[in-house]
């Protein structure tokens, strides 16, 4: 990657990548470092690890970076706010590139960026790269691997955005009620398209890693249900459709944990008929759950284990979260023009805006 003199001032960037200073920061930045094309003017680092005292962040930087990094502290508050710290030390450049620790831009990631920028119009906000997650070679994928799979598909996904530094400025960043690496992107990509500015899809292309994940990943994820709340509050019933997100399984979630507790409740009561009944649905629920979950999967025994286990603590654990988001964001009010608490304007339909050749 060359210097950034390469560039004109309407396509100069910096990079903001948050990190908890995963070894996949190393790679990330290493395959920055020697994309081709024009490089950034400045690389900002936001270390959101819980404590300090870790391993330097610079330890991963690259000698050809190293002039151009800095490291911002970011107090664990979650990506959100991370990448508002970011984009706000990263100085006075047009654009601003958000890339994830465990991406890995490909080798014409800086050539191919400096076209999407140059093509991008007045209006355009943000661009985001094509996302590529590859799958496993000698086998089916399995569960975890085909929930990552879908970040190919994500739109407005922020493990690579451009996003320009005016339109930021205008919408006041990345909402930090987000605490997770969730719904953020899809909400600021909906406050962009509301303050009238259009989003658009580059021609660069980024890798996306599976990484490892424990056996009760699936379990874990469900806490994105409080975010989905949000996302509700914030912008109305249909906000899912305007951001062309994956709806989910929660409405059946909710009634396979529902005629599991009402099956607990009557047989308490004595009324063995109902509970028997409602205990046939759960297991009926959670069944289907299950056989959707192991039929495209590898079909091992630890992974059909696994799967089976976590079929029934999932819809429980999706109930759980959703109700705490109720509440957690109970008092939250739908958007206004740029945040206010003012009414809302009717949504406008989602801007997919074409590049220039």
Known sequence: MTRPEALTGDASYAVVIPTLGRPSLGACLHALAEAGGPGPVRVVLVDDRPATGGVPLTADVPPSLRARTIVVPGGARGPAAARNLGWRAAGDVPWIVFLDDDVVPGPTWGDDLTLDLAAATGRTAGITARIQVPPPVDRRPTDWERNRAGLAAARWITADMACRRAALTAVGGFDERFRRAFREDADLALRMLDADWALAVGRRTTTHPVRPAGRWISVRLQARNADDVLMTRLHGRHWWRR???????????????????????????????????????????????????????????????????????????????????????????RYGPFGSGDPAPAPRPAVRERLRS
Request: glycine letters at 10%.
């Open 243 to 333: 951001a062309e997100a994956h709806r989910g399984r929660l409405p059946l979630h909710l009634a396979v944990t529902g005629a599991g507790v009402t099956a607990l409740g009557c047989a308490l009561l004595g009324r063995q008929r109902a509970a028997a009944a409602c205990a046939a649905a759960w297991l009926a629920g959670t069944a289907e759950f299950a056989l959707a979950r192991i039929v495209p999967g590898p079909g091992t025994r630890d992974e059909v284990f696994t799967v089976t286990v976590t079929s029934a603590l999932v819809p429980p654990a999706a109930t759980w979260h959703w109700l705490r988001g109720r509440v957690a964001h109970r008092k939250a009010r």
